[in-house]
């Protein structure tokens, strides 16, 4: 199957870049990964695709993610939290949430909401 792209993707929807974009960090096997919502425009079955991905494919790969949802970085190694662009806490999920400050209050704040 062939499929014409449009310069810059104008034919492409946000969530299909974002798509393209893993895909070529995969097909490359990149070594730094920087994600920035990676997965913000993208549906939920496929979301869940993309973190099994993330979690068995590029396991190897130094991976820097921007993300609101808390959930999406809970297995990374280590997260920092940052408030007005200044780092607030810095540590492993289990490490932040025995801490119970910002990032313990983000995630039971989202697990129940």
Do not use: P
């Not at 099994?52 to 949802?69: A, F, P, Q, Y």
């Not at 209050?105 to 989202?110: A, Q, V, W």
């Amino acid at each position: 199957m062939k499929y014409n792209i449009d310069k810059n993707g104008d034919n492409l929807s946000v969530g299909q870049k974002q798509l393209i974009c893993i895909a070529r960090a995969l097909l490359k096997k990149a070594k730094i990964l920087l994600m920035d919502e990676a997965t913000a425009n993208i549906d939920r079955n496929m979301d869940q695709v993309l973190q099994g991905l993330v979690n068995n494919e590029l396991k190897d790969v130094t991976i820097l993610t921007i993300s609101h949802n808390v959930e999406k970085v809970a297995n990374y190694d280590k997260i920092a939290v940052l408030e007005d662009g200044a780092i607030v806490e810095y540590g492993s999920h289990n490490e932040l949430l025995r801490r119970k400050g910002y990032y313990w209050k983000i995630f039971t704040e989202n697990k129940i909401g």
